[in-house]
């Protein structure tokens, strides 16, 4: 939760129709954070400061700017049995690694606050002028009033146990760029063990191997030490040997993937999405490897020889599909194409042994069933002369019923990239290296999993 930051001046009276949107949200949040503070909430609360007065429009020391807004962190930690003591260093050294100009107050008065402190380093200081309730829960009132005091720009109010990930920096630097009082309210995710650990003093995040991470929108990065890093920018298109090199790096990904357990859906970055395909390639079921068929003809079976894209494909996470990925692995490596021929060598056996029917494989040493996918849902970027229809290729997806679409069957990546862009599937926004799709509907992207196995019968 949010509070403005008052430089210890007086509470601001609420403007009739002013902005003061801290003031406004403080007082209706303050008994349902303290109730959520009290169950030791997975709520974290960050709260802006605009310290102007009315009419003031200059900001000599603007937050957000060049220096960057100086954040004071406050978190009331519980003392043992109450609060897991790792759980809680684990927390504050991740405050600490947050980029900027970040100081951590504890507020509390038990020796196990000091004790932390005094491992953390002098950014880590401990207030204990906080009422605390007879059971020892801090005041919510009174840990608001210390944050209302300090000197700094933003405050945040954390539960002791949440760890921030050093987003939350460019979170708060974009609301300090506000002209209004803000307040944030952010509901973390619970779990029950973050795999991570900071290293090299504090400033990096690693994973149980040492390898390191970055978090990226929430979720963690890391540089896979088996891609080549000599990647050619423009002469690493279909038919180079750069090409071979590094889609290989993909099969081998996805399978260490499985293996941890994760159903895999591989969407090459040239696959444009008109809707969430997730659901309808899970519900092919198990033992079951869904491809996108790379078929040019219009009419005739979909699963010839090579004609596997494995720029598209839905792999569950179970022994035949990992069985069957080891061996396409194994394949890959001793081929000198690239690994889409394993692929189909593989699964589909040579000159297409395996075939069953018009659209299927069946691989005969794990039982895995190949579908290659209707090219009307998912069509390769051969199929039907669709990216060249003259009212375009949206409207002619639209009309085929398309969930995806390959910009493949191009050669070169500026023609690629042109064919793309021209066609206005280009959703993607350079400055903020994010997608511009609408993805809000979150239903559609809900997680699949299998319906519970009933055990009655
Ligand atoms: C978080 O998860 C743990 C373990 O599953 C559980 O004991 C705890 O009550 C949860 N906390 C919240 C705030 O949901
Ligand atoms: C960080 O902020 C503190 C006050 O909160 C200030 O004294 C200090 O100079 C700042 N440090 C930097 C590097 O800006
Ligand atoms: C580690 O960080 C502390 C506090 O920021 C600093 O005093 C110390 O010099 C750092 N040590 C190394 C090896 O960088
Ligand atoms: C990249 O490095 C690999 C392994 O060292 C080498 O075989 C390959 O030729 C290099 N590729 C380029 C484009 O330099
Ligand atoms: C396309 O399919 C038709 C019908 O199956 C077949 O007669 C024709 O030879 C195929 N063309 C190519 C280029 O494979
Ligand atoms: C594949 O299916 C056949 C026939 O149902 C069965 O005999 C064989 O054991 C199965 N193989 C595997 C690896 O499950
Ligand atoms: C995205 O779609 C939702 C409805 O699904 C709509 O409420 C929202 O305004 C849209 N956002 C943008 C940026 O278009
Ligand atoms: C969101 O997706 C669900 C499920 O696909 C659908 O029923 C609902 O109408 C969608 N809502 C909007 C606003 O698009």
């Given at each position: 939760m949010l509070v403005a930051s008052r430089h210890g001046a007086h509470p601001r009276r609420r403007r009739a129709g002013g902005n003061g949107v801290a003031d406004e949200l403080a007082l209706p949040l303050a008994g349902g954070l303290a109730l959520l503070l009290a169950f030791v909430t997975a709520a974290a609360v960050l709260s802006g400061g605009d310290?102007?007065?009315?009419?003031?429009?200059?900001?000599?020391?603007?937050?957000?700017?060049?220096?960057g807004p100086r954040v004071a962190i406050f978190s009331a930690p519980l003392p043992p049995p109450d609060s897991s003591p790792a759980r809680q260093e684990l927390a504050v050294r991740s405050w600490l690694a947050l980029p900027g100009n970040v100081s951590v107050v504890l507020l509390a008065a038990h020796p196990s606050a000091h004790a932390l402190a005094g491992r953390l380093g002098g950014r880590v200081t401990v207030d204990a002028a906080i009422d605390i309730s007879f059971t020892g829960t801090p005041f919510f009132h009174s840990i608001v009033a210390r944050a209302q005091a300090a000197d700094s720009d933003i405050c945040v109010l954390v539960d002791a146990e949440i760890i921030l990930l050093p987003e939350t920096i460019t979170l708060l630097k974009h609301f300090s760029r506000s002209d209004l009082d803000w307040l944030v309210f952010s509901a973390s995710r619970n779990i029950s063990a973050f795999p991570y650990h900071l290293v090299d003093n504090g400033t990096q995040w690693a994973d149980e191997h040492g390898k390191q991470v970055s978090f990226k929108k929430g979720m963690p990065v890391s540089r896979d030490t088996l891609s080549p890093n000599n990647v050619s920018f423009d002469d690493c298109h279909f038919g180079t040997q750069c090409f071979q090199q590094v889609t290989k790096v993909k099969s081998r990904i996805v399978l260490k993937i499985l293996r941890l357990g994760y159903n895999v859906l591989l969407s090459d970055v040239d696959v444009y999405w008109f809707h969430n395909p997730v659901s309808f390639l899970h519900s092919l079921g198990p033992g079951t490897f869904a491809a996108q068929s790379?078929?040019?003809?219009?009419?005739?079976?979909?699963?010839?020889?090579?004609?596997?894209?494995?720029?598209f494909y839905y792999a569950r996470s179970d022994d035949a599909t990992i069985t069957a990925m080891e061996m396409i692995v194994k394949h890959a490596t001793n081929s000198g194409l690239s690994e889409q021929p394993s692929f189909y060598d593989i699964l589909c056996g040579k000159d297409g042994a395996n075939r069953i029917g018009d659209d299927r494989c069946l691989e005969?040493?794990?039982n895995l069933t190949i579908v290659f996918l209707s090219r009307d849902m998912f069509p390769n970027g051969a199929y039907g002369g669709l990216w060249e229809k003259k009212h375009g290729v949206s409207s002619a997806c639209r009309e085929l019923g398309c969930v995806i679409i390959h910009n493949n069957w191009v050669n070169g990546r500026r023609k690629k990239l042109h064919r793309q862009m021209a066609s206005g599937l280009w959703d993607y926004d350079p400055g903020s290296r994010?997608?511009?799709?609408?993805?809000?509907?979150?239903s559609r992207f809900s997680v699949q999993t299998d319906d519970p196995v009933s055990y009655d019968s």
């Open positions: 310290r102007r007065e009315e009419g003031d429009r200059r900001r000599p020391d603007l937050p957000g700017g060049a220096a790379d078929e040019f003809n219009q009419t005739g079976p979909i699963n010839m020889p090579r004609r596997l894209n494995s720029g005969p040493s794990t994010l997608c511009l799709q609408n993805w809000s509907n979150a």
